[in-house]
């Protein structure tokens, strides 16, 4: 059974802290991606990789980064984190049209 | 990045019920899934369509790829109560997913 593990479910940070998303697929998948999921607004890219170490932005990065030193996790960094970023955070891993989504991580920046 | 519009928004129907939802691109796709998310989970892939016109069926969901490439259609027959949750179109370019805004499906017993 495929499986994509995001690590937390819940997290709660205070504005300005750095946080980190990750991402595990055990699925030897290339593709990677990381969206944030907001009420009426849909997923929304943020970054995505192809391999190990390569990055690409999404349609919105900014305030973001990633990080991929492995192919099997791709972890998603909030430098300073903003009350703006409080949303859900989904991770996908994918090859072709398969798709599989971690469960995401529903985070509140306060 | 490419919009999709997906429509409608939202739905509320009586259990037994038919239920269609459909999403348009101004882009041509090479293939169109829809997904299903149930609350506090991810999305699951319901359906994909690789070819246009194609239609395609998984129990009680049947999809169809629009022949001009640039819409999906979703139709779910005979609701019942687990039918509940947000239901996504998304085109695929290259590697690349595009997803529309979702539509929130609400049965009622």
């Known amino acids: 059974d495929v499986k994509v593990t995001q690590s937390s479910r819940y997290l709660v940070k205070r504005t300005g802290e750095k946080v980190f998303l990750e991402c595990v697929q055990d699925?030897?998948?290339?593709?990677m991606f990381w969206y944030r999921q907001d009420p009426g607004l849909g997923l929304r890219l943020i970054y995505f990789?192809?391999?190990?170490?390569?990055?690409e932005k999404g349609d919105i990065p900014e305030g973001y980064s990633v990080s991929r030193e492995k192919k099997e996790r791709f972890s998603l960094i909030l430098e300073s984190a903003s009350t703006n970023q409080t949303s859900m955070y989904l991770c996908?891993?994918?090859?072709?049209?398969?798709?599989?989504f971690g469960n995401g991580t529903r985070l509140t920046v306060t | 990045g490419q919009q999709l519009n997906q429509s409608p928004q939202s739905m509320f129907i009586q259990e037994g019920e038919d239920v269609s939802m459909n999403c348009t691109s101004s882009?041509?796709?090479?293939?169109w899934l829809w997904y299903k998310q149930d609350p506090g989970e991810g999305p699951v892939l319901l359906i994909a369509?690789?070819?246009?016109?194609e239609l395609t069926s998984n129990g009680r969901l049947t999809a169809q790829f629009g022949i001009t490439r640039k819409d999906s259609f979703l139709n779910i027959s005979a609701s019942i109560p687990s039918d509940v949750g947000i239901y996504f179109c998304?085109?695929?370019?290259?590697?690349?997913?595009?997803f529309g805004t979702g539509t929130s499906l609400t049965v009622i017993p």
């Open positions: 996908a891993s994918t090859r072709g049209a398969g798709t599989h």
């Open positions: 998304a085109g695929l370019s290259g590697n690349q997913f595009y």
């Open positions: 990789s192809y391999d190990v170490k390569m990055k």
């Open positions: 699925m030897d998948h290339e593709n």
């Open positions: 882009s041509i796709f090479n293939t």
């Open positions: 369509l690789y070819k246009a016109g």
